[in-house]
């Protein structure tokens, strides 16, 4: 059994080793804040200068927005985060003039919104945990901001290591090849 785990640790690059990873550690964590939230859909997003592009979802209802998706950063309630990074709650966001209108919402028909910036221990903002929901959603539980602010903090440490970890191994396994 060690034998075949060598041998399939080696047939995987470190890019691949370090996305098995991120997959296995933010599905859980996602499932796990849908199950906190009371909500049907939750994502890990990255954010560039204009972009907001998924990196990993759990969406069993069937939502529509996929790992891999990108949107304008400006067009998603999330790009609050790059001016005022503090978790964000909105139970209807129907009732609030401010988020109902951006194409993200309007798009699919977004109810709830739960977010939390997701920085890297470096303290760079790398993007948020969100948690979305075509129906009102009421944020009762006192513990729902830490508890999250903890899975924000968690991926953002798993995704800083396997940056800051992938580029030393792939240089050391490129000069073993050569």
């Excluded at 977010?115 to 009762?140: K, N």
Aim: charged share 20%.
């Amino acid at each position: 059994m060690l034998a075949e785990l060598n041998s399939a640790h080696r047939l995987l690059t470190v890019e691949e080793r370090c996305a098995i990873a991120e997959i296995e550690a933010t599905t859980n964590v996602l499932k796990l804040v849908t199950r906190l939230t009371g909500m049907r859909f939750a994502a890990i997003a990255k954010f560039t200068e204009t972009q907001w592009i998924t990196c990993s979802v759990y969406d069993p209802c069937n939502l529509g927005i996929e790992a891999g998706i990108a949107f304008d950063l400006e067009t998603t309630i999330c790009s609050e985060f790059c001016t005022n990074p503090e978790a964000l709650f909105i139970s209807q966001i129907s009732q609030s003039d401010r988020y109902s209108v951006r194409p993200v919402v309007k798009r699919f028909d977004l109810e709830s919104y739960a977010g939390i910036p997701v920085f890297l221990p470096d303290g760079r903002l790398y993007g948020a945990l969100c948690v979305l929901d075509s129906d009102p959603v009421t944020f009762e539980d006192e513990d729902l901001r830490e508890a999250l602010g903890l899975f924000a903090r968690l991926v953002g440490c798993v995704f800083y290591a396997n940056l800051t970890q992938a580029l030393p191994q792939a240089e050391a396994e490129a000069e073993a090849l050569a």
